[in-house]
């Protein structure tokens, strides 16, 4: 394609770098400067996509980010393999260069001959709450009829089908001022804030270049220059302090609590000479002392019957094509417009070499000095007239316009030949992240546009954005914002327009399609009839057409549809209500949201010292919290079920070795540090001997269980407290909140130390064997070191506290030596445990060793309801102390009752059968549905030391149904159980309490 | 991202932070010698207020310290932050802005 | 039986490498006592073993003591990470018991515990603030200061020595997480 419709010379274009890009398959030619949308118009083509529901082809509609309709997809690096498409790209900022692909969407099988065209034949059944009504019955339609079809006629453009490849990154940032929008009042307010060199300044703009509107401006003058001057200088200003930002291709989407603003930077979308690596987008999180919002204002469509046929544009952006870009939208212009601005259109157009007329909605008298100097152009301005509609299909190629008489009705029609219609309902300041902000908009009448009100937050809004569109009242109030003032002489704008909501007709309203929201494809039909059915706030009728829902968050459309609602109800239009902008201002990516917390980076994977040598030794891990643990070492041609049945054999018959470093390590020191525990925990501290070792039972203080562990005394004012693998993090939590809170006279202080021990747990007959050779100023005799000790002194020659425990129900040591140390410690105690077929296990088999036993695991028996008693553990409360955290609860009427859910075991008639855990109790599998369930399972297990399967329950007054049967869910039924206590194996030998 | 002025480091974002709930509920000095009902209303029952709010927060990832914050529930403004034990700031209702947020 | 101080083995493998013009370099080993101690029990002492505890809280101070740098970090009202050489632990322990004798303290070796990194060169501040949400302005957060903060998803202490150089300290699980985070961000 070549470009008939580029202006021979001008624009902000650098003819000497032309560039390519792909459209459809076909060569689209352009230059550095453009979008893929002035290179589209460029070579003439306007039809860009299809619409959303009616398939109805579409044009582009603006020059900007508000663009409803040429919605692209993009691959950004083709070149470079798959996982760089995405969809939805407005053409109007895709930023031109080599090497891109589009293509256009919402078209099957092509963009000129779409077959879900026969949608717009069908409108009639489309209308506005159509999905409600027509979708609500049969309900057993929904599954295999409705839900199908409309999968596969929903979305916009198609999803990526690969993982993105692209790299993306993320930074926090602070400065004194953020400015967003690097138009004539955001460089102003730059320049204000900037004067003071101790002011950190951040300057943020959607576009590739500086300037906003003036960009499109080649009459403007400021003080005397250019426009584009002014803008130029200001900018090298800018550049030259080295206390300013400027952050071009960033867009403030989301404007947070305490002035915490984020924004997406496009990195490297327009380099075709990016370097592999480098991000595609950064997302920043600026928090600001103050910001200044200079966001300008949006454009809006006038509604008539096919107003939205390829080559009708808003007006503003038929003049940034033709002054910016140096195209033109074709060659037959009618501006349609009630608003000043579009004059300038004209006359702008008109001097690059279209023929053009102007039909304004307004009256003479209504009109300004615009209107003469486009008659005296010598442009042909038909005041007082409406349009009826516009022809054509893929391209507009007509306006029937009409005069509108005092009394309303329609005159004499008269169509007007045109290729590119512009046209201007007037403006609507963006509020956008004003509204984020939690500011209070206020309508304004005169501007017919809410505007900022109070401001909710360190913010301040200047220019187009707060309704001020006059170029030197802008740059002053923009300067003003940013601290200063500036009192600039400029060209005076045309400003000013009259509000039309729908243009008059005299066409039966039920039938036409005027739209009002171009890219959810809603009509002003939709509308009218929404508020037939009764539905009179804008939020409601928001959500019943889906009119502003769309992914441009109808910032061309939402004014004329409030202004539409308010005009049917006869109300003021500030009664109608307006919308609460959301964030994102714009559509970003999840590239961008995500930055660099993906693969490794996702979340941290926390391995413990000893991770290395099981990972060598085939270990299969799982997630345990942040923690990665070995579940199991499979020896060649095991299964999970084969090796665990090995590790547990192993360790209750001769030794097993397991890394327990993930519980939590606490250590507790101070004067008062066993009061302290004894307030904490649910048993007594007080008499524990230096040396000695107690498990020990937390509760929170609504009585339920919040953790357990085995605690340590190691001196008189210090104990080594040991926490769930899970439960570290809160645990310390709620000791130190105790202490700060309700405590501050104990003198204790806390320390986590989990990851300053490795630990290695030796359990089993023969661990004392394993352990002994190693072990240097500790005495192991069952005398000097009896169960639920703890000692210190050195293993392999590292210091190390021992602990004589175990969670197994077998002779049990737990060596905790410095992290550094613990691989080597580990490798040593396992080559030298050869001769004793020592056996590492992992997390699967300790579950099973301890539920052999009957030990709880803190939630996994409990849930955050359960009591001590509920488990069993009666005796682990103690009935002297006065008080400890949750004492007080356990005497409440609930936690007393009868029928509390009770820990039990779990035996089913099958013992080869292995219970879900999380399986739901019944007692009788033929009652009605719904049915009482009476308990869950909590644990499961195959157990080969009990040749059969154990589980453990929770059941409704279980403890006193020993012995009864119950039947439990399984994936294809009931299957029988009988009720039995929770301890399942008979320790042989040297036992932990021999 | 709220920005939460800790009495011992200053302004600093609240990903360091971990909200405790309501603030100035001491808990009794001998428990045992509640009753029940008070009991209950100490555990469950808060005044989830629209306007000041007293709550405490732990700055867990950065000093460590708990301490007490009045913030507008209505803006999310924080009002005052002050030290655990001190009283609740005599702060007037209408300092706290309330824009309305539908 | 082995000689004591077999390998010790820090979590991180060995430097990740990247083409920044900021380093990310782990550092060797060192003794970390976590000290607490109430203001109040202080009693005026403004050193201890040649600790300085006189910093205001986020602060960092270094002094000269013998051959041996003591560093001394003020995390909080009452909690302070000081700073050795690895292999004078247990040295620092005994003098610090000793001139804290009757005195409600807590004073625990976390040398294993944590592992440090330092961030070099131009644009480190950046590098840092790619996961960590702080002002790292020389106003803001000046060189001498030291907190504990956040960094992506896992929790730091980060000192400032100069301009262009951090240290960052983390628990050793998280090390390598981190160690690939700031990497990760010294690509830009
Ligand atoms: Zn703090």
Known sequence: ?994 | MLLIDCPYCGKRPEVEFHCGGEAHIARPEMPTAVEDADWGSFLYYRTNPKGLHAERWLHGHGCGRWFNALRDTVSDAFVATYEMGKPRPDRDEATASSPSNA | MLERNLARRAPTVSPLVSESSVTVTPLDPQGRLAFRIKPAALAGRGTIDGFDLSGAINSRTSSEEGATMRTALRLGPDEWMLITAADEVDERCEAISAALTGVAHSLVDVSHRDVSFSVEGPGADSVVNSGCPIDLSMRAFPAGSATRTILGKAEIVLQRRAADSFTVTTWRSFAPYVQGFLVEATRG
């Not at chain 1, 077998?810 to 001769?835: I, S």
């Open chain 1, 1 to 994: 394609m070549s470009q008939p419709f580029r202006r021979p010379s001008g624009g902000r274009i650098d003819r000497s770098r032309p560039l390519a890009v792909t459209f459809n398959g076909k060569q689209l030619e352009g230059f550095a400067g453009d979008t893929v949308a002035s290179m589209l118009i460029a070579s003439g083509q306007h039809l860009a996509g299809r619409s959303f529901k009616y398939h109805r082809p579409r044009g582009i509609l603006s020059h900007g980010s508000d663009e409803p309709s040429a919605l692209l997809s993009v691959d950004w690096r083709a070149d470079r393999g798959a996982g760089y498409r995405d969809p939805n790209n407005r053409a109007s900022v895709v930023e031109a260069r080599d090497g891109l692909v589009v293509n256009t969407q919402n078209h099957w099988p092509s963009l000129e001959t779409d077959v879900g065209a026969v949608n717009d034949l069908l409108s009639p059944i489309f209308v506005a709450g159509f999905y409600y009504k027509t979708f609500m019955w049969p309900r057993k339609f929904w599954d295999r009829v409705y839900e199908p079809v409309i999968r596969k006629a929903a979305g916009l453009g198609e999803a990526p089908e690969v993982r993105d490849a692209d790299r993306y990154s993320n930074r926090h940032a602070h400065c004194d001022v953020l400015i967003v929008g690097a138009g004539p009042a955001g460089l102003a307010a730059a320049l204000a804030a900037s004067a003071d060199g101790e002011k950190r300044v951040i300057l943020a703009d959607e576009g590739f270049e500086p300037g906003g509107a003036l960009l499109n401006d080649v009459t403007s003058e400021i003080d005397g220059k250019p426009a584009m001057a002014w803008v130029a200088e200001t900018v090298a200003t800018l550049d030259a302090r080295e206390n300013v930002v400027i952050l071009p291709r960033t867009t403030a989407f989301g404007y947070y609590n305490h002035n915490h603003v984020c924004m997406v930077e496009r990195v490297s979308d327009h380099r075709a000479d990016a370097p592999e690596g480098l991000a595609r987008e950064r997302l920043w999180q600026v928090r600001a002392g103050e910001v200044v919002l200079a966001a300008g204002s949006h454009e809006r469509p006038l509604v008539f019957e096919n107003n939205d046929r390829p080559g009708i544009m808003l007006a503003e952006s038929v003049r940034a094509f033709v002054n910016r870009w140096a195209v033109l939208p074709g060659n037959e212009l009618v501006v349609v417009t009630s608003s000043a601005s579009a004059y300038r259109t004209a006359l702008d157009a008109k001097a690059a070499g279209m023929r053009v007329s102007i039909v304004d909605i307004r009256l003479d008298a209504d009109c300004g000095t615009e209107l003469s100097l486009a008659r005296d152009g010598g442009i042909t301005v038909r005041t007082g007239h409406t349009v009826i509609k516009a022809l054509g299909g893929k391209r507009v190629t007509g306006l029937v316009v009409a005069p509108i008489s005092a009394n309303g009705s329609i005159g004499e029609k008269t169509t007007l030949a045109c290729d590119c219609v512009a046209m201007s309902g007037g403006w609507t300041p963006s509020v956008h992240l004003f509204s984020q902000s939690r500011g209070k908009l206020r309508f304004d009448v005169e501007l017919d546009a809410f505007v900022p009100g109070t401001s909710a937050q360190a913010e301040r809004s200047a220019g187009a954005c707060r309704g001020v569109y006059d170029l030197s009242a802008v740059i002053a109030d923009g300067a003003k914002a940013g601290g200063g003032s500036s009192t600039p002489q400029a060209t005076v704008s045309f400003a000013g327009f009259q509000p039309v909501r729908v243009l008059p007709t005299d066409a039966d309203a039920t039938k036409i399609k005027a739209f009002i929201d171009f890219q959810n494809d809603v009509t002003a039909k939709d509308i009218k009839l929404a508020v037939r059915e009764g539905f009179e706030s804008i939020e409601h009728v928001k959500r019943y057409t889906t009119t502003g829902m769309a992914t441009d968050q109808g910032k061309t459309s939402n004014m004329n549809a409030l202004g539409l609602v308010a005009g049917i109800l006869d109300r003021p239009l500030p009664a109608v209500g307006t919308t609460t902008f959301r964030p994102p201002y714009t559509p970003v990516t999840f590239g961008a949201l995500i930055g660099p917390a993906r693969d490794e980076l996702f979340d941290p994977v926390r391995r413990t010292p000893i991770d290395p040598w099981a990972e060598k030794n085939g270990a299969v891990f799982e997630p345990v919290a942040l923690w990665r643990r070995a579940k199991y070492f499979p020896q060649a041609g095991e299964d999970m079920h084969a090796a665990v049945a090995r590790e547990t054999k192993a360790v209750r018959t001769t030794v097993g070795i397991f890394d327990a470093s993930t519980l939590g390590k606490i250590e507790v020191i101070g004067p008062d540090a066993a009061e302290f525990m004894n307030r904490i925990y649910t048993n007594a501290w007080l008499k524990l001997k230096t040396g000695g070792c107690r498990y020990g039972l937390m509760l929170r203080e609504d009585g339920f269980v919040y953790d357990d562990g085995v605690v340590a005394r190691l001196a008189e004012d210090r104990f080594h407290v040991t926490t769930t693998t899970g439960g570290a993090p809160r645990v310390m939590r709620h000791m130190e909140d105790y202490l700060q809170t309700e405590w501050p006279d104990l003198d204790v202080f806390l320390t986590s130390i989990t990851e300053q021990w490795a630990v290695i747990a030796l359990q089993g007959p023969n661990a004392r064997k394993v352990l002994e050779p190693f072990v240097s100023e500790i005495d192991l005799a069952e005398d000097a070191f009896p169960h639920m000790t703890v000692k210190t002194g050195y293993v392999c020659g590292v210091p190390c506290r021992l602990f004589r425990v175990s969670f197994t129900g077998e002779l049990g040591f737990e060596v905790n030596v410095p992290a550094d140390y613990g691989e080597a410690v580990w490798k040593t105690l396992y080559e030298k445990g050869q001769k004793h077929g020592i056996t590492p296990y992992g997390t699967e088999a300790m579950h099973v060793l301890r539920a052999e036993m009957g030990f709880i695991v803190v939630g996994q028996e409990t849930d955050g309801t359960v009591t001590a008693d509920d488990l069993g553990l009666s005796g682990l409360v103690s009935k002297v102390k006065t008080d400890f955290v949750g004492k007080r609860s356990l005497t409440r009427p609930d936690m007393v009752a009868e029928g509390r859910r009770q820990l039990v075991g779990l035996l089913t008639k099958n013992p080869d059968e292995v219970l879900d855990e999380g399986a739901q109790v019944v007692d009788d599998p033929g009652q009605p549905i719904p049915m009482k369930m009476i308990g869950h399972v909590t644990s499961s297990y195959a157990s080969s030391n009990c040749g059969r399967s154990i589980a453990m329950a929770m059941i409704d007054g279980g403890r006193t149904r020993i012995g009864e049967t119950v039947f439990v869910t399984t994936p294809a039924g009931f299957t029988e159980a009988v009720i039995s206590n929770a301890v399942f194996y008979d320790v042989k030998g040297e036992t932990v309490d021999a």
